[in-house]
């Protein structure tokens, strides 16, 4: 049986594709309605839909549902972002973003990037701009220089702006990827 994060990104990337879904489990269901893939959660109703017809992918979402987090993590896997912007249903609209190379997108809880931030941290003291953690902030991802909690609210300084979070939202951004941590293909020389 599938988890509900597996069938999550089974329904974005069939989604994706351009494929009809059929899958289900205890808690979600998705399905193909009239040209358009819908993921449901059985005690919520509809909780994220996506267009066939459109030519590019774009997800609708809705920020009320237990699944948010599983969905966000999903698409994020698939280098989709939010765009802030709502539709009538209040569902919040996701469109694909290309990620820089050597980058993995991670969208988590604003305490997740603090975490990373402390790890990532001792480049913020050499010389010239760190480019370990990206954060998007008009259109364009920059790098985080300075993360600061203060009164329950995370301060991200990147240049020349900063943003303040609750430490509950969720943010999008972007981590280098670490090469020692992917594994070499085995070659297979005679």
Known sequence: MLSNLALIREFVQNSIQKKDVLL?????????????????AKSEGVIATVQLSNTLSEFSISPKSTQWELINQALAEYSYILKGEVDSRGF??????????GYQM???????????WWKYRKYTSRPGIPLELLIRTRD???????????????????L?????????????????????KIKEIPTTET
């Open 24 to 40: 289900s489990n205890p808690a979600l269901t998705a399905q193909t309605v009239y040209k358009t893939n819908q993921l449901t």
């Open 92 to 101: 919040y609209q996701y469109q694909y973003c290309e990620v820089p190379k």
């Open 106 to 116: 991670n969208c988590t809880k604003c305490v997740i990037l603090w975490r990373a």
């Open 140 to 158: 364009s991802w920059y790098p985080i220089r300075d993360l600061i909690i203060s009164d329950g609210l995370l301060y991200i300084k990147t």
């Open 160 to 180: 020349g702006s900063e943003i303040a979070l609750d430490s509950e939202d969720l943010v999008t951004w972007l981590s280098k990827v670490d090469v020692t």
